[in-house]
């Protein structure tokens, strides 16, 4: 199958709403055929692991790639020269970034919109917001050109947002004045306001506030979005704590405090439906699923079990749709609760753990 | 209900008990760990300082010794009702296999009986008699060394019994002693205590063996400060924070997390002796599933012998399969399955692009062992049984890799003929490395080992000396003076 092809019945996936094991399986089966057949590096990982167009039968059995490879391996079913959209990772610990590469954003973006129309959108008194204003506490798309975050970022914007919407972190740092001139207009005139960003600009705007003494009575329908986790950008702070925070800061109710979970890695974001309780419940559209397993055997656990997060993307068209991530998790009613991460950090002994070594290495 | 500590002169009543829970299997224990307010934490300080001062100083360290010796003989009795607690509750508590937590114990108790505890002293001590009162000194004049008035250990960590020794130490220098118990194995150092308050009451009435939470800033800010030294182990973060925390005129010494390796020579290489310097390996790589700072995570090996450095990955292979149904790995919490689990991907994923490597692991992932022919340096694994055997043409050749890791590196497990041996030593020492052992003891040092290239008790001491001046001066004072 061309990919062309390919990115046409994706969209058609997409399009028609909803999914069942066999749909799925189908189109799983396919977009597998596509990578195992464009790609050499994942062609070699499943062939390691015996998994070949003949033996795969079940979206199940395609075999996941832990998201540490897309640091070592170039996994593209294009040549990475025609792929014009590449996002990164981050890479915090070994300074080396993990790469997707996109020859087309159709997939992507269709992906996103459709979605977050679906899980952001939403008017709690009826009909979903056609539009919405805006804030924004990440860095532009072309400040970040490879962030994929950024990327969906302006997406929300100029897909959901009004013509005022506006950005507030910048080269010159995260804009408190044109924050809180933002957040008081929508205070004065009543219209319902989003807020959008990374979770440690959200920290860093609520202690800037703090420490004016500011909070705001976000008008009704006021939503919150917050995504990634502080990464080492801000304190931690518990997830109980956070939401409180968020909701006491911005007067805005925990159930309008939406997370998203993405991925440089995926092509699809989950979501949570607010955080009045914590850990929330995040789910996905029909086109992505997840699995919970023991990193070790690569077995699911027995539902309910604390486990590893894999995720089958199928709008991850060009890459790889499967991958293992390093998150902890578990399966429950509706969607999966994300543990944190599953990285050793509780570690007991005085041997010195991977993380440390590195952090050492870089210091000396 | 299992209770922790040993508060000398504190009611268990008066106390908060807070329960930390431990489950294998299908067996849980409740072990309650003190939680002290202020005032008891001010109490316990005083009075531990208070019978230090008059009851320990007033002891020889040859009495003390004796006294520690008959608590460990206990330990060491499979029959005494103590040894017995330990071997039914310790496995529970820090998941470790039951039979390898009992020859552990007895192997590291060995090493504190009265002979032991002598070698010890002598490490530090030229004339141990200079602990007891002022001795003549070669330079002129007498000294005499002082231990710490109170002495605050914070330990960490799960390996069974490992706060003894710096519990030990301190008591040799006369250290009134205050240890903070690690949360993952809160049992050990507070049955020492309760054992010794049978055979010596007043003794153990000098050590008091406490709680709180990591991290906790009041509890820890209040122990910190009334300290006269600090001994603490744990993550480089960890003793950051406490360092913090420590007044400017208390001393600290820290105890960081190191790494540690092997080396095997060519000349232990041949048909005969690879296998058991593989067996060995792997039991250095097994004991304790490498929770411990001794505990191999690398293996170079020198190619050119009989066995190649391949061939030897796969005896290491072999023997870890061998081991993991002799003694199972604990099982693991998912973070640390996580680890286990990407660094495995990680050198699965190395491979694609690098054939020469290989990785050998049970598709359960119980134990995994990977193989390079490239010149990969030191690497952590992902522990909990998992190491590198880099192959290497001379096993000099990897020791300019290490020098980045200087402040790092603890245990050499070698393998090679004495020449090799003096010779890398040198080289080994001049990088960081502090103890070179032989393959199979690499996690049981021998008493009297300078942790980490220190002195036990000698870094614990002050020197008070009687110059030679002052002597003089003296007899100018003299009755008898003319």
């Known amino acids: ?364 | 209900m299992e209770r922790a500590g040993h508060l000398p002169g504190l009611s268990a009543d008066a106390v908060d008990w807070r329960t930390l829970t431990f489950r294998r299997g299908a067996e849980t224990l409740d072990v309650a760990v003190p939680v002290l307010s202020e005032a008891q934490i001010a109490e316990l300080a005083t009075r531990v300082r208070t019978n230090a001062r008059t009851y320990l100083r007033s002891r020889t360290v040859a009495e003390i010794a004796a006294t520690i010796d008959r608590a460990v003989a206990r330990l060491l009795d499979r029959d005494d009702p103590w040894r017995q607690k330990a071997e039914r509750l310790l496995p529970l508590v820090t998941g470790y296999d039951a039979e390898m937590v009992r020859l552990g114990l007895t192997g590291y108790l060995k090493t504190f009986r009265g002979p032991e505890l002598r070698k010890f002293i002598a490490e530090d001590f030229a004339n141990p008699a200079v602990l007891d009162d002022f001795q003549p000194m070669p330079k002129g004049g007498f000294a005499r060394a002082f231990g710490p008035e109170l002495l605050l250990h914070v330990w960490a960590g799960n390996v069974p019994g490992l706060p003894l020794w710096s519990l030990i130490s301190g008591l040799l220098v006369k250290a009134g002693t205050v240890g903070k118990l690690p949360s993952a194995e809160p049992l050990f150092a507070g049955w020492f205590a309760q054992i010794l308050a049978e055979i010596d009451p007043e003794l153990a009435g000098c050590i008091a063996i406490v709680w709180w939470k990591g991290g906790d800033e009041a509890a820890e800010r209040a122990w910190l400060g009334r300290a006269d030294t600090v001994v603490a182990y744990g993550g480089n973060d960890a003793l950051e924070a406490i360092r913090a925390r420590v007044p400017i005129t208390t001393r600290f010494l820290p105890y960081g997390h190191k790494i540690s390796f092997g080396m095997v020579a060519r000349s232990a290489l041949d048909a005969g002796k690879a296998g058991a310097a593989a067996r060995q390996a792997a039991y250095d790589v097994a004991r304790y599933d490498q929770q411990g700072c001794y505990s191999p995570q690398t293996f170079f090996v020198e190619r050119g012998g009989r066995v190649s450095p391949r061939e030897f990955a796969g005896y290491l292979a072999h023997e870890l399969g061998a081991l993991g149904s002799k003694f199972p790995r604990r099982p693991l919490s998912m973070g640390e399955a996580g680890s286990v689990a990407s660094w495995r991907n990680a050198e699965e994923t190395k491979g694609f692009a690098d054939p020469s490597r290989a990785l050998l692991g049970d598709p359960a992932g119980s134990w995994a062992v990977a193989y390079t022919d490239a010149a990969d340096g030191l690497s952590p694994c992902g522990l909990n049984r998992t190491v590198t055997v880099v192959a290497v043409d001379r096993l000099a050749d990897a020791v300019p890799g290490l020098a980045p890791y200087r402040a790092f590196l603890q245990t050499v497990g070698i393998a090679a003929a004495p020449e090799e041996l003096f010779a890398l030593a040198g080289a080994l020492g001049a990088v960081g490395a502090t103890r070179l052992c032989a393959l199979g003891r690499m996690t049981a040092p021998e008493a009297g080992w300078h942790h980490d290239g220190r002195f036990n008790l000698l870094d614990l001491v002050t020197m008070t000396e009687i110059e030679g001046s002052a002597e003089r001066a003296a007899e100018s004072f003299a009755p008898y003076t003319d």
């Open chain 1, 1 to 364: 199958m061309t990919e062309a092809r390919l990115v046409e019945d994706l969209l058609a996936f997409i399009a028609a709403g909803e999914a069942d094991e066999e749909a799925f399986n189908r189109m799983a089966l396919a977009v597998f055929a596509h990578q195992f057949e464009t790609n050499a590096p994942y062609r070699r990982f499943a062939t390691q692991r015996a998994r070949t167009l003949r033996t795969v039968k079940s979206w199940r059995d395609v075999p996941a790639v832990p998201i540490s490879a897309f640091k070592d391996l170039t996994l593209s079913g294009r040549p990475p020269e025609e792929c014009p959209y590449v996002f990164m990772t981050s890479g915090t610990t070994k300074g080396v970034r993990g790469k997707s590469h996109h020859p087309t954003l159709a997939v992507y973006d269709r992906s996103m919109t459709v979605n977050f129309r679906r899980r952001f959108m939403a008017n709690p008194y009826g009909g979903d917001f056609e539009r919405l204003r805006m804030g924004i506490l990440f860095p532009t798309e072309q400040a970040m050109p490879n962030s994929s975050l950024a990327h969906y970022l302006a997406l929300a914007r100029s897909e959901f947002g009004t013509a005022e919407s506006r950005y507030f972190v910048s080269d010159a740092g995260l804009d408190v004045d044109g924050a809180i001139e933002a957040l008081s207009r929508a205070e004065e005139t009543g219209e319902p306001y989003a807020l959008l960003g990374a979770s440690f600009s959200v920290v860093h705007l609520m202690d800037a506030l703090a420490e004016r003494g500011r909070s705001f009575a976000l008008p009704a329908g006021s939503r919150i979005l917050d995504t990634g986790g502080f990464k080492g950008q801000s304190r931690e702070m518990a997830a109980e704590e956070f939401y409180s925070r968020l909701s006491a800061t911005f007067g805005v109710p925990r159930r309008l405090c939406i997370n998203m979970y993405g991925m440089t890695e995926l092509s699809t974001q989950f979501y949570d439906d607010g955080n009045e309780t914590c850990p929330s419940v995040k789910s996905g559209p029909h086109w992505i699923r997840s699995r919970v397993i023991n990193p070790l055997t690569g077995q699911e656990v027995p539902r309910g079990s604390v486990g590893v997060l894999v995720h089958h993307d199928l709008a991850h068209f060009n890459c790889a749709s499967a991958i293992l991530t390093e998150d902890a998790g578990v399966e429950v009613e509706g969607g999966f609760q994300l543990l944190g991460r599953a990285d050793g950090a509780d570690a007991k002994g005085c041997s010195m753990a991977v993380e440390d070594f590195l952090k050492a290495a870089r210091a000396s």
